[in-house]
């Protein structure tokens, strides 16, 4: 984790809790962390679990890699530094969005296992769930899809850096949830993400 370079920062403790606003909402916050290959699915699934929370009258919020990387995070690559950078920053606002109540459903590629994990240790200390979602695809489905051209672009050599050509991606050993994207109907991947986070008792539609 980075290191605090501010000095004379203190928490500033508030008189609402975490609970106060789950209580308000009506279901528990935690973040879903959909990590795979670029075109492996993450965001489809993303969006179409988000719009069927949004039915059952649960809150989530989408984070989206390219979307966070038009705002809060513009200034960073794809250097190994940066994608941790990158990994850091959303950890970060995901906790916010969690101690908020909301459910935050987190889409990046996330190449890196200690990445992740650093993440889940985040939300772990703080006594926040956090569900690693592996949306495993193969490399030759993913790159079959390539929505946005990129592999095409990589293997050009007009993208450095790009994970599953030239830069490495480290699969999940443990995750919750272990979907196959290549295999699986959208709607069956939705469900058992539904099906885990009823378990877990964070939503209870």
Known sequence: MADQKA????????DITREHREKTLGHKG????FTGLSGSGKSTVAVELEGTLHEMGVTSYRLDGDNVRMGINKNLGFSAE??????????????LFVDSGVIA???????YRADR???RELHEAAGMEFIEIFVDCSLEA?????????YKKARAGEIKNFTGIDDPYEAPGKPEIHLHSDQQELA????EILALLRERGIINA
């Open 117 to 119: 994990d650093q993440v």
């Open 142 to 150: 993913a790159e079959s899809r390539d929505p946005k051209g990129l």
């Open 30 to 33: 935690a973040t879903l962390w």
């Open 7 to 14: 000095t004379n920062v203190h928490w500033h403790e508030g």
């Open 82 to 95: 940066d994608r941790t950078e990158n990994i850091r920053r959303i950890g970060e606002v995901s906790k």
């Open 188 to 191: 069956e991947e939705v469900q």
């Open 105 to 111: 459903l987190s889409s990046f590629i996330s190449p």
